[in-house]
């Protein structure tokens, strides 16, 4: 299995970036997928997280109303839209995939991409 993350990069607080995760080697439309991300010195946190088929969702308080997680399964993509970027969000940004919706851990990491926000 492999999840390839890209998309991050340094921009301004304010700015818009637009992850996307390609996963291949599993049966992705089985899978739900997630963000997570980790910033220098802290835990990884989980960010949001997007159901089988898209239809339902999960989004950590510090980032509703300004990050959107999507799924295309005919592409085996997920992305994450990040608006309004804040210093609080530059961190290490990890792509993950989990077989059953309300399991605490994920099977499968992406190797990250860096999101770089300057004030």
């Known amino acids: 299995v492999q999840l390839v993350e890209s998309g991050g990069g340094l921009v301004q607080a304010g700015a818009s970036l637009r992850l996307s995760c390609a996963a291949s080697g599993l049966t992705f439309s089985t899978y739900v997928m997630g963000w997570s991300r980790q910033a220098p010195g802290k835990e990884r946190e989980v960010v949001t997280a997007i159901s089988w088929s898209g239809g339902r969702t999960y989004y950590a308080d510090f980032v509703k109303g300004r990050f959107t997680i999507s799924r295309d399964n005919a592409k085996n993509t997920v992305y994450l839209q990040m608006n309004r970027l804040k210093p609080d969000d530059t961190a290490v940004y990890y792509c993950?995939?989990?077989?059953?919706?309300?399991?605490?851990?994920?099977?499968?990491w992406g190797q990250g991409t860096q999101v770089t926000v300057s004030s």
């Open positions: 993950a995939a989990k077989g059953a919706i309300d399991s605490e851990n994920w099977d499968y």
